[in-house]
């Protein structure tokens, strides 16, 4: 059984900054691709950011240059750094990682509860 826990969700200003912290707990190998998505109200679910076990990373347009993805392998752990944050940044943002739990098997993809990060003055 593998679980994700989510934190760091909370309430920001505009321009402000939060550091969102999600940890892989339970039966893992090897976690491959981790991942942060959101998903404001009444909109559908988008990728924010993407980072490799290599570390390579990718991201959304919409935070390219304010949002930062990084992941400690010995923590099996990813976060996020949300930085000069906007209104349109409230959503609640969800942890997502590939994880295997035996050499060779296939990863199985895995998602968090979810934090609620709300931007508002």
């Known amino acids: 059984q593998v679980q994700l826990v989510e934190s760091g969700g909370d309430l920001a200003q505009p321009g402000g900054s939060l550091r969102l912290s999600c940890a892989a707990s339970g039966n893992i190998f090897e976690i491959a691709r981790m991942a942060w998505y959101r998903q404001a109200p009444g909109k559908q679910r988008e990728l924010v950011a993407t980072?490799?076990?290599?570390?390579?990373?990718n991201y959304a347009d919409s935070v390219k240059g304010r949002f930062t993805i990084s992941r400690d392998n010995a923590k099996n752990s990813v976060y996020l750094q949300m930085s000069s944050l906007k209104p349109e940044d409230t959503a609640v943002y969800y942890c997502n990682a590939d994880i295997s739990d035996s050499l060779n098997s296939t990863p199985y993809n895995y998602w968090g509860q979810g934090t609620q990060v709300t931007v508002s003055a």
């Open positions: 980072i490799a076990s290599s570390h390579n990373t």
